[in-house]
């Protein structure tokens, strides 16, 4: 049997894919007490709030037939926003010239957060060229979270 997670994402691919658009992210949290899953869908000419209202009810439907969540959730679909998150050295590549704002698996307790514009990928390493021009190489398994900084 697949996991709710591997469930979920499929299910929300295909609503995605139903509509033209690309599944982003999926994400089950929690919020205000109740269970949420948020959605994050992308669209090469950009997300509308009509497309989304049409990815929440394909979605909605093939949830209710497949209830892959114990429990009651909310539905949340959104866009990725100008601070997208980067799940991965792939979407970083894809993003090439674009600012980032990457925070750093914490050492001795301290969290550090580092920024630049996307530079160049390779093996396991993001590159980021700082502001003064330094270049700063970020090896993908020390990062802990990383977003696009677009509207910098």
């Known amino acids: ?3 709710p997670g ?3 994402e499929e299910l929300a691919r295909q609503a995605c894919e139903q509509e033209g658009a690309e599944l982003w992210d999926v994400e089950r949290t929690w919020s205000g007490g109740r ?6 869908v992308d669209h090469p000419e950009g997300v509308t709030l009509p497309l989304l209202e049409r990815v929440s009810r394909r979605l909605s439907r093939s949830l209710d037939a497949a209830d892959p969540i ?17 799940r991965s050295l792939e979407d970083c590549q894809r993003f090439l010239g674009e600012w980032a704002r990457v925070r750093l698996v914490p050492h001795d307790g301290k969290k550090r957060t580092v920024s630049g514009r996307i530079r160049a990928v390779d093996d396991d390493k993001l590159w980021l060229s700082q502001e003064g021009g330094e270049d700063l190489a970020v090896a993908w398994p ?6 696009l900084d677009q509207e910098r």
């Open 70 to 86: 114990d429990g009651s959730y909310a539905l949340e679909c959104e866009s990725p926003g100008p601070q997208r998150r980067l």
């Open 35 to 40: 269970q949420v899953l948020r959605v994050t």
């Open 6 to 8: 591997t469930v979920l």
């Open 1 to 3: 049997m697949a996991s």
């Open 142 to 147: 020390e990062v802990d979270r990383a977003n």
